[in-house]
């Protein structure tokens, strides 16, 4: 040990005499000591809450899971609400052609209600009774078919018609034509005549109404017309 080194250390010594030196080493440590429990105190505080972080993630995470299952039920309930949508729409179309033939029956019903009294008596005598089920049936018999047709022509015919009633007797006409063809169990089918608006009149072809001029073309198609072999109900036409 050199000198200097010797005389530092006696210096050190005669310092740690001193009282005050030792008070003034003694708040040092005091105060080290105080920053390390300080220190030791802020490190289980944030031990503790990064416990309650993690505790909190977990909670979060196994919450994002169900919600994550849910979704998948709810897309799920989503498509199958979706296909059961689509099969009751379907359904419902189906109904609707169900029902559409009785609709139409229905509104030419309420329009033969509105027929004149001879009218009404001619056609009860014709469909055996006054009631829907009746004036279907008539649609079975082609005999009933073509008498049913030379009424509605001489209805057109006069010269006090009433155009409203006439196209309810035309309705009638084509919902009997539909009845045979679809009932008739030789299969038997009447086949309509195709009428061409606008194209000029043949009288081999077509009967035009008595307000019609005698050359022209065909306007409007006022009763159609159909044939089965040799039995032909001509369309009955306004030609202007």
């Known amino acids: ?13 005669e ?12 708040k040092i440590v005091r105060s080290n000591h105080n920053s390390t429990e300080e220190f030791q105190w802020r490190m289980k505080e944030l031990e ?17 899971e169900m919600l994550h299952e849910k979704c998948k039920k709810l897309e799920k309930e989503k498509k199958e609400l979706q296909s059961a949508k689509e099969e009751i729409g379907k359904q419902l179309q189906n ?4 029902f559409e033939p ?9 329009g033969m ?24 049936a008539l649609g079975k018999d082609k005999n009933g078919i073509k008498q049913l047709w030379n009424f509605i022509r001489d209805e057109i015919m006069t010269s ?3 155009m409203e009633q006439i196209r309810t007797l035309a309705k009638f006409f084509d919902l009997c034509i539909e009845v045979y063809n679809n009932t008739n169990l030789r299969k038997e089918r009447y086949e309509k005549i195709n009428v061409i608006i606008g194209k ?36 009955i036409v306004i030609v202007r």
């Open 15 to 26: 310092l740690l005499k001193d009282v005050e030196v030792q008070e003034n080493i003694r």
């Open 200 to 235: 000029e009149y043949d009288s081999r072809k077509y009967i035009k109404t008595s307000e019609s001029i005698v050359n022209g073309a065909i306007q409007e198609v006022v009763l159609n017309g159909y044939h089965i072999q040799e039995d032909i109900m001509k369309p």
């Open 48 to 64: 503790r809450e990064k416990e309650i972080l993690y505790h909190q993630l977990e909670e979060v995470h196994m919450e994002c």
């Open 113 to 136: 209600l509105k027929l004149e009294k001879g009218q009404k008596s001619y056609l009860r005598n014709l469909c055996g009774s006054w009631d829907i089920k009746s004036f279907v």
């Open 1 to 13: 040990m050199n000198e200097i080194q010797t005389s530092l250390k006696c210096i050190l010594c």
């Open 160 to 162: 006090n018609r009433k």
């Open 95 to 98: 109904q609707k052609k169900e």
């Open 102 to 110: 009785l609709e139409e029956i229905s509104g030419i019903w309420q």
